[in-house]
């Protein structure tokens, strides 16, 4: 082999040498899933139908149930699951850190979130907005009547800046009142230390129900934000972002196509090729992500579509009785929307 023949071959060594250490490090995450044979999920420290223990001590909610989708995509087993409790302020740098594998609670996507913290968000799995909650006996009807108000939010979230952005734009004063954990924000609102409280409309009506006269306190009408809201991982690790992006995806996708845990064994025998694709009866689609060509209907069958999911934790039929609304699917009037695997 002459010189130029001999540069090119070791040109060419390194460069396969370089992509199989890229590959290597894409892949860290879902490798060490499998390896450890759990998947380590980031929640909240207890949200009413979102993320939080019941009488029995077992995590249950919307967003644990996004936990339990993915290990039944990883590992066929929506049961092998730690889950680890955050605070609002420890729960990114518990997922840079590499504490966990996944964040699941309620966390707003932002540009500053992905491009400062070096954290990617594998899309939307609730659209929500910040609003507000306040005594009934105020006879406030809107967030226009809060003017003078003493206003509290939970410390590390958006919400504070956004509460601020509002009353500035509306030329109202108010004081506003941090509090460092959802636990120490209900127990200041309903001890009356503080005249609203403003959060994620969705985590207001999870926390009325904390209260000691729920009945006694109203969730305003308006909405001052834009919060939608989703699944958390690192960045740098492009396989694990699919993994977690399609998982969502396969539960709106399934209930696009009238695909849910009660109807998978039909689904399992259809001919409509968008279902033969979803189920893994035709093509190879989980098998590119790293998982097996059944991957979606392993989700359906120990989790359920997405629209299960969604009634079961915190639709109407639940305690905490939230409207569909945007969460609809976009052929339903909403604005919830999956690629579609092909």
């Not at 995590?59 to 087993?77: I, N, Q, S």
């Not at 509460?163 to 509090?179: A, G, P, S, W």
């Not at 999911?309 to 039929?317: D, H, L, M, S, Y």
């Amino acid at each position: 082999m002459n010189k130029l023949g001999t540069a090119l071959a070791v040109a060419g060594a390194l460069f396969v040498s370089h992509i199989g250490h890229s590959t290597a490090a894409d892949a860290a995450t879902l490798a060490d899933v499998k390896a450890r044979g759990t998947l380590k999920c980031g929640v909240s420290q207890g949200l009413q139908g979102f993320s939080a223990k019941d009488d029995k001590g077992e995590w249950k909610g919307f967003d644990v149930d996004l936990c339990r989708a993915v290990a039944a995509a990883v590992l066929g087993d929506p049961a092998k699951v730690e889950y680890v409790p955050l605070s609002a302020e420890a729960r990114f740098p518990a997922l840079k850190k590499g504490d966990i594998d996944l964040l699941s609670r309620n966390s707003t996507w932002t540009l500053s979130r992905e491009a400062d913290l070096g954290l990617m968000f594998a899309g939307v799995s609730y659209y929500d907005g910040q609003g507000f909650m306040v005594p009934a006996a105020k006879n406030v009807n809107g967030a226009l009547e809060l003017g003078g108000f003493e206003v509290c939010t939970q410390a590390g979230t958006t919400s504070a800046l956004n509460v601020t952005d509002y009353f500035k734009q509306n030329r109202m004063e108010f004081q506003l009142v941090e509090l460092p954990n959802v636990e120490e924000l209900t127990k200041a609102y309903d001890a009356g230390k503080c005249d609203a409280l403003t959060t994620d409309v969705s985590q207001l009506y999870a926390l009325r129900l904390k209260l000691s006269k729920p009945a006694d306190h109203i969730v305003l009408p308006d909405v001052i934000s834009k919060e939608p809201l989703g699944p958390v991982v690192r960045q740098g690790d492009d396989q694990w972002l699919n993994v977690v992006k399609w998982t969502l995806y396969a539960m709106l996708n399934a209930e696009e196509l009238g695909v849910s845990s009660q109807t998978l064994d039909q689904a399992l025998k259809s001919e409509k090729p968008d279902v033969k694709r979803l189920v893994g009866t035709e093509g190879a689609y989980g098998e590119q992500l790293g998982l097996t060509k059944d991957f979606a209907a392993l989700i359906v069958k120990n989790v359920g579509n997405y629209g299960e999911v969604f009634e079961a934790n915190i639709g109407t039929g639940s305690k905490l009785g939230i409207p569909r609304g945007i969460n609809q699917l976009w052929s339903a009037g909403g604005i919830q929307y999956a690629p579609p695997i092909r």
